[in-house]
Structures are given as C-alpha cells and as structure tokens.
C-alpha cells in the first residue's frame, strides 16, 4: 500500500456501525461506559494525560487520584490485600503466571477456562492440566476434582502444580462453580487459586478474602464501564506473601515493578475506570435484581423453544442457548444461517454473532425489562414468521 | 476505606489539572489527540466496541478496517514485513525478547536506553550488557561499541547475546544514534536488533529495511497521537524468519497469538491510532520543519546561559538542558527549587518537573514557532525577574 493521500482516506474517523443498538454480546454488556466515563474519555483522551504529574510510579500518582483508587478503593472492592491496574485480565493472569510459576511447572484450569487462560500458560511457558466438566447441559465442575487434577500432576512430574485457576463464571455458559470450596481443596495442596472474574468483577459482588482465594484477575472493558483495554489484578496474602514475588520490584530501577514493565493501563482506560467506579460498585449491590432479569428472561425463550444450557435456574446474565427450532428454520431459508443475524439486525439488536442459530450466548447485564421484552418479543415474531 | 457514598465521590468524573495549558512534556507533545481521534475516542470508547464484528482475530477485522491498517498501511509506514498492535513500546520489547531469547541468554542495551528496556530484559530473564556512551555534553554512542560488547558477551559466556537493542532517539537527551551503523555491526555476528522508536515513530520517517533493523517498537501514546496505552511491532524478515517466531500461533487455539495473548490493544486506543493515522503520516513528512523549531528553541534558550546536551546542532525536539543559573536562582529563592515550576505554571507552561531547574528536558514537539516563542519569552522573564 502507497500511502497516499487516496490510500489514507480509508483511516480517519470511523463510525461505529452498531451504535445505538441493543447489544446483547456478553462482552460488550458490561463495558458500556457511564456519563461520567464518557467525560472522562474526552478529558484524559490525550496519550500520556495521566502523568503529567507523575513521581514515577504509575500507581501512587496523587492528582488525579490514582493512588486512593489502587491502594484504598480496589482493594476493598475487592477484598484483597494488594491491586495494580493490567491491560486485562489476560494480562493479569499471565503476570501471576509468569512470576510465581517456573517454566515447565504445571497449571491447573478448569475445563470451561477461556482461551486466554490457556494462552496465558503457554506464552509463561507452563504445561496445563485440565478440570473435566460435566456434559451437556450442566457443564458442572466438581471442587473435588481439583483435588484429582493436583494429585495426578504431582504423581506423574513429582512436583505440585505452581497454580490453580478457575473461571468465575466461565465465558460460554456463565456457570459459577464453587469458588469457596475449589479454593479450600486446593489449599489442602498448598496450591494458590487464581480467580479469573473477566464476567464477575464490577457486574456483581466478589470478595477474594470471603472466597479464600489468592488472586482475582477483573477485566474493565468487559465488566467495570471502561474504555479498553484494562484490568485489575487482586492478590490477597493469607497464604503466602504473594505480592512480594508479583510485584517485585527491579533491582535497578528500584521504584518499577517487573512484572509491570514499570506501568501498565494509563490515561483514559483508568480514569473511566476510575470514573465509572461509583457507579459499577453501586451496580454490584444490584446484582439480584440482574440475576432475576437473566431468569425472566432464559424462561420466555424456553417457552419458544430455546433450551438454556448451564445452571438452572440461573446465576449470571452471561447465557447460553441451544436453539434447535431456529436451527431448523436456517437449513430452509434463503438466507441460510445468516437469517437470525439479520433479522435481529433489522429490529436494531446486536450481540449473537452472525451465522449462529443452533448455539449462542448472550447477555442480559443492564438491559433493562424493557429492552429484554422488546428481544423476547422479537424472538417470538422472528420464529413466527418462518414458521 | 468503606465504600460509602462519602468514599465514592473522591471517584468519578475528574477534571485534568492542565488542561489548555502548554505542554513541553516530551512524554505528551507527541500524543495529543487529532480532532479525528477525539470523535473517535467518544464513538469507539465502549470496552469492547471493536469486537463487534471479529471474527476471532483482532488484527484480521475488517469493519472498521483493522485489518488493512495493520497488514498494509502500518508495514509500509514502518518498513518492515509484519505488524502488531501491542499495549506500548515497552510491551512489544518484551514481546520481541521473551520470543527469541532463551531465560539466562543476554541482551545489549545501549547505555542511553529507557529503564522500561531494561525491566523488559529482567521480566524476560536475561543478562544485561550495557553499550557505554561518551559522557557529558555529548552521550554519543561508537556503533563500534556494539561489536566490542558482542565480542565481549561471546567470551564470557561462550554465546552470542540473542538480540541488541538501540534506543532511537533515547529518551533523556533526544540524540538519534547511526542505526544503520549499528545494525551492520550487530548482523556481522548474527545478532538481530531492535530499534526503540518510542519517540520517532510517529514524529519522524523512520523504515527499518532502510536502516537494516530487524524489530521496531512504536508508541502509540507517546508519538502516533493516540490514546494510550497502545504500541506497534513491526518485524523485518530480511534476516530470519522473526515473525514466524514472535507472532507463532497457540497450538491449541490456532488463530490466537501466543505472544499476543490472543490479542491486544482494542477499541478506542486502537480506533485513535486508526483515527490519527492520515495526520500522523503526513507529519512525519515535515520532520524538517520540526528540527527546525527545535534548534531555534535551543539556540535561543542558549543565549540565556542554558546548554543544551546531546547532539547539536540537534537533530530531534527532545532536548536535554543544563541550566546553571536557573539553579543558582533555586538556591536564594523563597520557593526554592520549585520556582521554575511555579513561574512557568503562572505563564500557562507545563511540562518541566516540578522541582527540576539544574537539568530538564522538554520537547518542541508540534508546539509550534509561536508558542515556542512565548515560551522563550517567559524564560528570559523568569530569568531577568530574580537576577
């Protein structure tokens, strides 16, 4: 490609085309940004806006107020003892990773883990061993079985695994295993559990401490209102002096953190996040009234036929459904398997991805009865129409 | 803290204290935003409005055009074969370093080089071995320099260090070294380099097959006028096949970039960078113009008693001063060493550490002749006010 003046014409400003539409993709439900945030993106959009008056350390800027953010209101937030900010949660997962474990040693994920997780293992090097999950349509994880995975790990390499993880809920079908239990099965191995709360953190309540788990990675494009991409990284100590070895600092650069690079998220992914705080930590305190939302709503599709796999009754806004009448209507119609993505996309709803009618997920999280009544009542015409 | 309502309104929308004013920071001259990337920032500033519409790889989107930006415009701005988006220059340093080093092997560093190299070799588990530079007023680098510590590296080790590394310009004194030079010595013992371009791409035409280097590091925030944090990797192939091993692919997920984490910066950092591109190529084409402005600042800060270190005449608008009299002024006045600071804040003037007055460094950086003037002016003023 020249880069000429013709050429160029095809970056500048871009419209988004899915603006104003209902949006139902899991991931993009909870990274709406609030009023505040919106402002905030303008007025910190500049590159490097939030050092201006930096010592130094990302983390304990005082104006704007970052250091009252990561040392004071996440923490809380999440009932952890230390918080940096990451580029995701990705990111966070990769840095407990890459710091507590030595290449070669073994990570335990449960079986529903997000590709990332996965990703996170291979790029620190690490060997994974999987938590089976139950089949069809439950997808259930036993706690016990962390405790089969650790002890066939330690029998077949001699050495514990460096690290558990468990998604919380899983991205496909927004099951929440049991945390709680999960993490005492692995203590018993001395085995930390990282919570991976991509989908949990800043939709509904979290608490590492209550949990008995050793580190949260939160994501805040997907669940905390921010402009992307950010996450959060809890850890909480009454196990082992985790923070130490994660957020070690260099030896020759005595105030940057390693496993950092020094800093991470800057500008305006953090302070949406940090202007959306007030908002996202009131929202967690709704969370029943989502779950009820998420329940109302898997049972109206039910009754067209539409079958909610994972828990039920439900727990999270983040479902997944088999839909075997709709399936049926693709294999007929002109527009194949694209006909459901259109007709939603012609009553301005997005988020099932283009070409699924068989299997899909989607989210409820914020929005609203109304909004949720207008999908079921589209679904209902759609289904009725090809009939 | 408790998160009551009391706590939660130190959150929320915050104004940034230096907003309209001037800005000479070096880290922000280079990131304020086009009016482009302004409307692109509100439109794209939802978490993950980007992936509307991907297909499971970030860099493959096609609506909006992430693919044709990062497969064509971005290797031909940067000359090389293959690009990445990454979290910032730093994140793509290590990318390079954790992909094509082994734990224990060493990396050159020139001498100048920015401290977030250095925690990317220590993240990465590498020896570091330093380039030495002249010392004051010039910081120059010898490219025979990078042979002798290769040469060196080899006989203390018995291996050639896995990659060499050149800060250009670095970022204390704005002095551009002799790249080509440089990369021709690395290649005569095989060892690849890595070009941090943090403050010339963007700024300045920078091709890596021009100047023979195998791996270029860009900032998004810092020089291509975008929010951050975002970066880009650019990998010339010219000699080895670096891509296929820095971009290599998860064996279990198969379009996700293990390196990557699957993918990077998204929505409003990345559609910024899309959004600024057409200026940010057209800028890059009166680079002239801005050395220009930057030897004028310096000569005219100069006649005042100031001396400004590295090359000169300067061939960048990062400059580095030693400004005897304003120190002696810091030492008999009520505000102490915060007086430079102070006076220049009261002229509108940020960008020079509160507190520095012996040495600093600004940027001229799209300042323009008419404010560089007016800040000439306020310098002589502040200088003639305490003599």
Redesign the interface.
């Known amino acids: ?3 000429d003046d013709a ?13 104003n539409m209902i ?1 139902i ?1 899991p ?2 439900t ?4 609030t009023e ?14 939030i ?3 930096c010592g130094g350390v990302l983390d304990l800027i005082k ?3 970052v250091q ?2 990561i040392h ?2 996440l ?3 999440l009932g952890v003892d230390e918080v940096r900010i990451t ?1 995701g949660a ?2 966070s997962k ?1 840095a407990v990773m ?1 710091a507590i474990a030595q ?1 070669g040693d073994t990570v335990i994920l449960d079986g529903l883990a997000h ?2 997780s ?3 293992a ?2 620190a090097r690490l060997e994974i061993r999987k938590v089976p999950h139950s089949e069809k349509p439950d997808y259930h994880i036993d706690p016990e079985a962390y405790g089969t995975a650790i002890e066939e790990t330690i029998s077949e390499t001699g050495k514990a695994p460096a690290l558990a993880l468990l998604t919380y809920p899983d991205g496909n079908y927004g099951n929440l295993a049991d945390a709680k239990k999960i993490a005492s099965v692995c203590h018993e191995y001395d085995v930390p559990l990282l919570l991976n709360c991509a989908y949990s953190v800043g939709r509904m309540p979290v608490d590492a401490k209550e949990l008995g788990v050793d580190f949260i990675a939160g ?4 669940s905390m ?5 950010i996450g959060v990284l809890g850890v909480n100590n009454d196990n082992g002096d985790y923070s130490d070895i994660i957020f070690r600092k ?4 005595k105030n ?1 953190e ?2 950092l ?2 800093c ?6 953090l ?2 996040m ?2 959306s ?2 908002e996202v ?2 929202r967690t305190r709704n969370w029943g009234n989502e779950v009820a939302d998420a329940r109302w709503f898997s049972e109206k599709l039910e009754t067209m036929g539409l079958i909610q796999m994972g828990q039920k009754p439900h727990n999270h806004d983040l479902m997944f459904f088999e839909a075997p009448n709709l399936y049926e209507i693709s294999t007929r119609v002109k527009k194949g398997r694209y006909f459901l993505y259109k007709e939603l996309k012609s009553r301005n709803i ?1 988020g099932i991805k ?1 070409g699924l009618t068989k299997f899909f997920k989607l989210s409820t999280f914020e929005v609203g009865r109304e909004n949720l009544s207008y999908i079921v009542d589209s679904f209902d015409e759609i289904i009725k129409k090809y009939e």
């Not at 209102?225 to 991409?229: I, L, N, Q, V």
Request: aromatic letters at 10%; glycine letters at 8%; hydrophobic letters at 35%.
């Open positions: 490609m020249t880069l050429a160029l014409k095809s970056f500048g400003f871009i419209e988004r085309p899915t603006k949006n993709d991931l993009q909870g990274g709406i940004l505040d945030a919106r402002r905030a993106l303008v007025e910190w959009g500049d590159g490097y806006s050092c201006d008056n104006k704007p107020p009252k953010f004071e209101a923490p809380e937030f580029h990705r990111e990769f890459h290449e590709y990332s996965v990703v996170a291979q790029r994501s805040g494009h997907k209102a921010s402009c992307g991409p260099s030896p020759t650069n940057k390693i496993e690079l020094g991470t998220a800057r500008s305006a992914t302070m949406t940090i202007a705080f007030p930590v009131k997005h283009a």
